[in-house]
């Protein structure tokens, strides 16, 4: 789907984040615009997965604002979910359901319906071929980790935030996902990523914000 270059921005404005009495960042500002990635650098413990929760609006900064269409994604509440898909370091899907069902259900969980038939024609597309009906504890983790990057395929969300989203992938897939971003971001959509991966991006169409050098 093409959102169109009309659509509102990500503005990031001031944001401070504090774990325990440890400041992991202070007055980060920014802005993601339609048609942007922006990869996120930053060693481990410089707040990294702490800002992308932030961005969902999973936590509340220590100050600064986070605006959607320049309003504070507080306010916004459902308004700002409907655009927005968040995937996590965990996959978050139920080892006793199938691929299909756990696709079908983060779909209705996204708020939106998702037929079996596309459900099944989404995994194919990712590569799951063969694996559809079987219980996801069956798959390998690289398996599992398809199935829940398959709801980039199935959602139309303009805003996508990703936190590592090529761990336990294999070669191939890492390529298929690179794909599957560069053309969100191609058709308007924004994406913020996080990765270890010494991935390509996407050339004119990438930004980078780094946070501090400490380290965990």
């Not at 969902?56 to 600064?64: I, M, V």
């Not at 063969?130 to 390998?140: F, M, R």
């Not at 959602?155 to 989203?165: F, Y």
């Amino acid at each position: 789907m093409n959102h169109g270059t009309a659509a509102p921005t990500l503005e990031i404005d001031a944001l401070s984040c504090v774990r325990g009495d440890r400041v992991l960042f202070r007055d980060l500002s920014f802005e993601v615009r339609p048609a942007e990635l922006l990869h996120l650098k930053g060693r481990n413990g410089t707040g990294k997965t702490t800002l992308l929760r932030a961005l969902a609006g999973l936590l509340l900064p220590e100050s600064g604002e986070v605006r959607w269409d320049r309003r504070n994604i507080r306010s916004l509440r459902e308004e700002y979910s409907r655009h927005l898909l968040y995937l996590g370091h965990l996959n978050g899907i139920k080892g006793d359901l199938t691929a299909a069902e756990n696709l079908r259900i983060a779909a209705t969980l996204d708020g939106f319906e998702l037929s079996e038939a596309r459900a099944w024609e989404v995994l194919g597309e990712i590569g799951l071929k063969g694996h559809e009906d079987l219980p996801s504890k069956h798959l390998s983790q690289g398996q599992k980790r398809r199935v829940a990057l398959a709801r980039l395929l199935a959602n139309q969300a303009r805003v996508w935030i990703l936190d590592e989203p090529f761990t336990a992938l294999d070669v191939n897939a890492v390529q298929l996902l690179q794909d599957v971003i560069r053309r969100h971001v191609e058709n308007g959509g924004m994406a913020i990523i996080t990765t270890h991966q010494a991935v390509p991006m996407i050339g004119e169409h990438t930004r980078t914000v780094s946070l501090g050098s400490a380290d965990a």
